[in-house]
């Protein structure tokens, strides 16, 4: 069974940093490209930040780009999102989500997401 | 950045009936168009990928159609259990973006 277990969400002030972890078991994780997916609170929908199975192609949202940047661990199976000089607007529920395949395919398991509140 | 756009934003409609959503894309994307369905305090499942490609698992009502910029999500004999926001989402180059969402109320 595919879990994504994200971690490391919190209450944090205006340009400080925190960083997301989402731990991924029950699949080959390194066959897959991984993905970042956040919801602000009665949002739609945003597409972060993904990463192909070997980090050799990543992509960020204009939104985020500079600011955050996304990580694999293969070995550990673990996906990072390392977001600096938080803004109030990036407060939203942040999910991972396993992509189906390579980078440009879409995503399928999503893990139940960790929340980041970005207030003084 | 590619731009979705999705019609209606919210649609209340009668179980049984037909619902179509619709979402344009701000340029081509081939079939690089995927819909989601989320339920309240659930995370997203995917519906159909590839613009019309089925989902194993999902019922055969939920069907999609269109390519380049212009889509289609179809439910057919709507259920009481398809309350949900509807989303597109496109993964044509390096940034994915999603439709503002079409929310759908059960009568």
């Known amino acids: 069974e595919v879990q994504l277990v994200e971690s490391g969400g919190g209450l944090v002030q205006p340009g400080r940093s925190l960083r997301l972890s989402c731990a991924a078991s029950?699949?080959?994780?390194?066959?897959?490209?991984m993905h970042w997916v956040r919801q602000a609170p009665g949002k739609g929908l945003e597409w972060v930040s993904g990463?192909?199975?070997?980090?050799?192609?990543?992509g960020y949202a204009d939104s985020v780009k500079g600011r955050f940047t996304i990580s694999r661990d293969n070995a550990k199976n673990s996906l990072y999102l390392q977001m600096n000089s938080l803004r109030a607007e990036d407060t939203a529920l942040y999910y991972c989500?396993?992509?189906?395949?390579?980078?440009?395919?879409?995503?399928?398991?999503w893990g139940q997401g960790t929340l980041v509140t970005v207030s003084s | 950045e590619i731009v979705l756009t999705q019609s209606p934003d919210f649609q209340s409609v009668t179980p049984k009936e037909k619902v179509t959503i619709t979402c344009r894309a701000s340029q081509s994307i081939g079939s690089r168009l995927h819909w989601y369905q989320q339920k309240p305090d659930q995370s997203p499942k995917l519906l159909i990928k590839?613009?019309?490609q089925s989902i194993s698992g999902v019922p055969s009502r939920f069907s999609g159609s269109g390519s380049g910029t212009d889509f289609t999500l179809t439910i057919n004999s709507l259920e009481a259990e398809d309350a949900a926001t509807y989303y597109c989402?496109?993964?044509?180059?390096?940034?994915?973006?999603f439709g503002q969402g079409t929310k759908l109320e059960i009568k």
């Open positions: 590839y613009a019309s």
């Open positions: 989402h496109q993964s044509s180059g390096f940034q994915y973006t």
């Open positions: 990463i192909t199975w070997n980090s050799d192609t990543i």
């Open positions: 029950g699949f080959t994780f390194d066959d897959y490209a």
């Open positions: 989500a396993k992509g189906t395949g390579d980078y440009g395919d879409p995503t399928d398991y």
